[in-house]
Structure formats: C-alpha cells, structure tokens
C-alpha cells in the first residue's frame, strides 16, 4: 500500500473506517482480494511473487495493513518480504501487541505496519520502533511515518474527515471516489525522499498513472462497533477500473 487514510473510533457508526491505495509496478504479478485457500479464514489480495499481502482482514475482525518505507539508502536485499508480516499476522492467534513485540524489525526491508484486533489498533514501522496505540481520530500514512504531512495524506485525511462527518452511513462508492484524485502537488509541498524531484512530482497524487507504476488497486474497508465488516475493492489495470469485489460479514 502506497497511502492509507483511516478513522479511528471517531464516528457514531463505524470503528473503523479505510480508504487505501495500493501502488505498484503493473509487471508484479498478484491476485484481487479472496478468501485465501491456505488460510481460510484470511479476506486479502495476494502478491503471487512473495506470496504476502498488503492489506487483509480475517473471519474473526484481525486487521493488518502495511506501506513500505520511501529511502533508497536503506538495503533491500537478504530481508523478508515486508508482505509476509501482514500475512504471518493474519494467520496467527497473537494479539497485535505481543505480535509486534515478538518481531524481528531488521529481518525486514523499511516498513510501516498497522495491526488491530476488534479492541485495539496499533502502529508500528522497523526504523522508530515504537509500539503505537493508534488515538481515536483521522489517521494518514504514506510511506514515511504515520501522519508524516505530506501532500496526499493531507488531502485523504481532510478529504476523509469531511465526508464522514455529513454521512451516518458510509457508501464505498464514495470513499472510491475520493481514492481517485490525481493531481500532482506543487513542487514546494513536495517531500524530499531520495528518489529525485520528477519521481516526487509522480508519486505525489493520491491515485498514481506512469507507463509502467501506478495504483493497481483500492479497498474500502468498514467495520461498525458490532463488528460487521464490509470489504470492497477495486482493481485497475494501467490505470483504467477493471472490477470490483465486495465482501460483507
């Protein structure tokens, strides 16, 4: 996931409420959101060259969602697929603290990660450390540190806020519309990430569309304090929508 605008126990409705987009090359090979054949119990898209995920929840409320870290200096080879941490989390019994607190940070290339139960929903990436308990609120993450005010995260989070709070009941095909904005921020806004200025200015929108690199999906997730989930997901190819999926349970 490449941007992950989020609410937190802060609406009347819902204790959660995501609007993610996931951003790839389009040459990496993966599979739309499903219940997985080898973990049943797990509701995600799958990336068939690591055989991780991105973003998922299970049968039981366990949620996990993840963005890599931007900085080139940091080393990517001889580390675990940041996927397989989503994966492993999902698939295990561990509460999503003493998950984290069993983690071995430098086994993974930079990450941020966010975990949650039906009670708590924590925050974590390998370079800080930290253990977080997510506040009640509107939340952003990109790939630098949650609520790093970068322009993309501040559009989705205020763009995020101000819907919910004119809508009791939220409709995905809204918060979709909302994962659509492409527009490139201007250059003084831009963070300074390592990758070069022309790079910043394509990565700088919400929903990402280069030749080669874009958004490759979306998902919607809600849960309700009764724990009814609804997990929707769009997929697009090169850009274009392509399908959607939905999931209520």
């Known amino acids: 996931m490449c941007l992950i605008n989020f609410q937190y126990r802060q609406h009347p409705h819902y204790k959660l409420v995501v609007a993610a987009n996931r951003d790839e090359f389009y040459g ?7 219940f997985w054949e080898d973990h049943p119990e797990i509701l995600a898209g799958r990336d068939l060259s690591q055989m991780g995920t991105w973003l998922g929840v299970t049968k039981s409320g366990r949620f996990a969602a993840l963005t890599n870290f931007r900085d080139p200096s940091l080393p990517e080879t001889g580390k675990i ?5 989503v994966r492993d989390y999902l698939a295990s019994d561990s509460n999503p603290e003493n998950f984290l607190k069993a983690l071995e940070p430098d086994a993974y290339t930079g990450f941020n990660v966010l975990l949650g139960d039906t009670e708590k929903l924590f925050y974590y990436n390998n370079l800080q ?13 990109s790939n630098h540190f949650l609520n790093t005010p970068w322009p993309k995260v501040v559009k989705g989070k ?6 919910l709070d004119n809508t009791p009941e939220a409709d995905p095909d809204d918060l979709f519309e909302l994962l659509l904005d492409a527009e490139q921020a201007a250059d003084p806004h831009l963070p300074v990430t390592g990758v070069g200025l022309e790079f910043e200015r394509i990565l700088s929108p919400i929903f990402i569309k280069t030749p080669d690199y874009g958004t490759r999906s979306a998902t919607v997730l809600l849960v309700d304090y009764e724990n009814n989930i609804t997990f929707a997901e769009r997929t697009y190819e090169k850009g274009e929508f392509s399908l959607q999926n939905i999931f209520r349970f």
């Open 129 to 141: 450390q930290e253990i977080v308990d997510v506040s009640p609120g509107i939340h952003g993450l």
């Open 158 to 163: 205020s763009r995020l806020e101000s819907y």
């Open 28 to 34: 990496r090979p993966a599979l739309q959101a499903h």
């Open 81 to 85: 697929s940041r996927g397989a941490l």
